[in-house]
């Protein structure tokens, strides 16, 4: 039997769309003008313009990090520095290149929930930055759908932009998976752009079937002047642009473009759903676009029977793309399982270990309560597969009396053993108890809570008391179920 193999590392992974290729072949067909002067380039920018209802300025470059890193250089200067997320792309991802581009502009870095800009903490960040011996505050940068695989809804992008305007700042939109936002959103593209305030958006087309190429869309012109200058400089000038923009034009017409992040956000949220249902895997981010991060442990992930290849990236999140069938997102139950991929810092340790059971099978000890879990945690086992939350049974496994050595252990009696450990007992329960922070419960989303001691992250603590001990993944310190 031939095992049909699907690419979950990466949208970045996923062919050419057949469209754009169709329409490539079709540019190919004869001589054109160059560097952008050519029938296909014109009739992209006329698409944008009409796809977001308002006249604004189009260029082209090769790939997203120099999009944002020619854009962030267009509104900030050397001495300017830009806000973004603590996990943006660009801080993560780009190897420097708005530093680079900029000339010495610096990024400065606030927290938020899934993987959203916090406005509160962006607001006191600012308000910081209001001397001479500081860089003066440039621009804010967000992505559109997150990092995490998240949306801005409009009211929450207008509510930045609105900060980043009062300050004399510009509101950067990092649109890699633009497109899968408008699908998740189902709404107009202006709506979350230029209406909501912002001036320069990259909109990605590479994961939404393209060979390569991205758009630098200013909608606020008077900061573009002269970027043909820098896209030239920065050697993103293409000579044969007829072929970047022919793709393009292969997703824009008919709406193709959206069409696809529909596919590709609808697979996502079906392989969620299958994980969850069907092999109780932990989904740690809401599902909103093409992105699946997920908990698995490696004993599971070294047993998969499809490899995940692509990137390190298979270790954190599953990705889908216009190009996922049907088939590969809501197939057998293997290829679910073989999708499954996610990362430790995201699971929910807990504490108070338990008992599991499957069936009529013996129980698996994977832990204890004693007082030293709480300081020192063990290493749990992790728990059957098929095994939910609800079919956990509490238990406590034994202590071993561990104050002696060896050989006098050996030499003890029954009863100076029962002594030694009635002396134990009471010595820990005269101990004072330790105290803990208690998570906050994530609005919305039963089960989920706000780490105490990282805001911006939530961790799963379904199937566990209020009131239970778990150990945060992120920091490993321990607080307590709400």
């Known amino acids: 039997m031939t095992?049909?193999?699907?690419?979950?590392?990466?949208?970045?992974?996923?062919?050419?769309?057949?469209?754009?290729?169709?329409?490539?072949?079709?540019?190919?067909?004869?001589?054109?003008?160059?560097?952008?002067e050519d029938r296909w380039t014109a009739r992209?920018?006329?698409?944008?313009?009409?796809?977001?209802?308002?006249?604004?300025?189009?260029?082209?470059?090769?790939?997203?990090?120099?999009?944002?890193?020619?854009?962030?250089a267009q509104v900030c200067r050397s001495f300017r520095s830009i806000v973004c997320h603590q996990h943006a792309h660009i801080q993560t991802d780009e190897c420097g290149a708005p530093e680079f581009f900029t000339g010495g502009s610096k990024l400065l870095l606030v927290g938020g929930g899934?993987?959203?800009?916090?406005?509160?903490?962006?607001?006191?960040?600012?308000?910081?930055?209001?001397?001479?011996?500081?860089h003066k505050p440039g621009a804010i940068s967000i992505a559109q759908a997150t990092e995490f695989?998240?949306?801005?809804?409009?009211?929450?992008i207008a509510a930045i932009s609105g900060l980043a305007h009062s300050y004399g700042m510009s509101l950067h939109m990092d649109g890699a998976r633009f497109a899968n936002a408008v699908a998740s959103l189902n709404c107009s593209p202006r709506t979350i752009t230029w209406e909501a305030g912002v001036d320069?958006?990259?909109?990605?087309?590479?994961?939404?079937?393209?060979?390569?190429?991205?758009?630098?869309?200013?909608?606020?012109?008077?900061?573009?002047?002269?970027?043909?200058?820098?896209?030239?400089?920065?050697?993103?000038?293409?000579?044969?642009?007829?072929?970047?923009?022919?793709?393009w034009l292969g997703l824009l017409m008919g709406d193709l473009w959206l069409r696809n992040a529909q596919h590709a956000n609808r697979a996502a949220y079906e392989l969620a759903r299958r994980l969850r249902s069907e092999a109780n895997v932990v989904i740690v981010f809401p599902v909103e676009a093409n992105a699946v991060f997920a908990r698995m442990d490696d004993k599971l992930s070294r047993g998969l029977p499809i490899l995940l290849g692509g990137c390190r990236a298979t270790?954190?999140?599953?990705?889908?793309?216009?190009?996922?069938?049907?088939?590969?997102?809501?197939?057998?139950?293997?290829?679910?399982?073989?999708?499954?991929?996610?990362?430790?810092r995201v699971a929910s340790a807990p504490v108070h270990y338990a008992t599991r059971?499957?069936?009529?099978?013996?129980?698996?000890?994977?832990?204890?309560?004693?007082?030293?879990?709480?300081?020192?945690?063990?290493?749990?086992?992790?728990?059957?597969?098929?095994?939910?939350?609800?079919?956990?049974?509490?238990?406590?496994?034994?202590e071993r009396n561990q104050s002696g050595t060896s050989g006098a252990t050996s030499r003890m009696t029954r009863r100076e053993a029962a002594q030694s450990s009635t002396s134990v007992?009471?010595?820990?329960?005269?101990?004072?108890?330790?105290?803990?922070?208690?998570?906050?419960?994530?609005?919305?989303?039963?089960?989920?809570?706000?780490?105490?001691?990282?805001?911006?992250?939530?961790?799963?603590v379904s199937g566990f008391a209020p009131g239970t001990k778990v150990k945060d993944p992120w920091t490993d310190k321990i607080f307590i179920v709400p």
């Open 3 to 36: 095992l049909e193999r699907h690419e979950f590392a990466s949208d970045n992974t996923a062919p050419i769309c057949p469209e754009a290729w169709a329409a490539l072949q079709e540019a190919n067909a004869d001589y054109a003008a160059a560097y952008g």
């Open 44 to 72: 992209v920018c006329d698409r944008i313009r009409e796809i977001f209802e308002t006249d604004c300025d189009v260029y082209f470059v090769f790939t997203g990090t120099a999009a944002n890193a020619l854009a962030l």
């Open 114 to 134: 899934q993987g959203k800009v916090d406005i509160g903490q962006t607001k006191a960040l600012l308000m910081r930055q209001n001397e001479l011996h500081s």
């Open 149 to 156: 695989g998240t949306v801005y809804t409009r009211d929450e």
């Open 200 to 247: 320069v958006l990259c909109f990605g087309g590479t994961k939404n079937g393209t060979a390569a190429g991205e758009l630098v869309i200013f909608f606020n012109k008077e900061i573009s002047r002269e970027f043909d200058y820098r896209v030239k400089q920065a050697g993103q000038l293409g000579s044969k642009m007829r072929f970047l923009a022919a793709s």
């Open 315 to 344: 270790h954190d999140v599953a990705a889908t793309s216009y190009h996922v069938t049907r088939g590969a997102a809501v197939g057998s139950y293997k290829v679910a399982r073989a999708v499954a991929v996610g990362s430790y």
């Open 357 to 398: 059971k499957r069936g009529d099978k013996p129980s698996t000890i994977v832990g204890t309560e004693t007082p030293s879990d709480v300081t020192n945690p063990g290493q749990s086992i992790p728990p059957p597969e098929t095994v939910s939350a609800s079919q956990q049974q509490p238990r406590v496994e034994a």
């Open 425 to 460: 007992s009471s010595s820990r329960a005269s101990a004072p108890t330790p105290s803990f922070p208690t998570g906050k419960p994530v609005p919305g989303k039963p089960g989920y809570v706000f780490s105490p001691f990282t805001s911006e992250r939530y961790v799963d």
